[in-house]
């Protein structure tokens, strides 16, 4: 069994940072950050491979950074230059291949004022 927890969301103005992080408790593969507004459905936000190959969706390119530190089996998500819609609960995900299985991180609110 693998846990995900995630910290680090919170309320900032629009045009401003926050940095997430995912923890895991076990050996993870690709590890990604989906984001999921109100009425709307779960989008990949970004995605980073074993071997820290990199994707971005369209909509955060050149404004989100994911990175992954191996020693402390932790990605991150530096959101930079924020805007209202990027409003979301924000939930880590990465795939085990020792147990097969998916896991989640429990979610963390990111609220961008404007």
């Known amino acids: 069994q693998v846990q995900l927890v995630e910290s680090g969301g919170g309320l900032v103005q629009a045009g401003g940072s926050l940095r997430l992080s995912c923890a895991a408790s076990?050996?993870?593969?690709?590890m990604d950050w989906y984001r999921q507004a109100p009425g709307k459905q779960r989008e990949s936000v970004a995605v980073i491979s074993r071997g820290g190959s990199l994707n971005y969706a369209d909509s955060v390119k050149g404004r989100f950074t994911m990175s992954r530190d191996y020693a402390k089996n932790t990605v991150y998500l530096q959101m930079d230059s924020l805007k209202p819609e990027d409003t979301a609960v924000y939930y880590c995900h990465g795939y085990s291949y020792v147990t097969g299985r998916d896991y989640w991180g429990q979610g963390t609110q990111v609220t961008v004022s404007s």
């Open positions: 076990g050996s993870i593969g690709a």
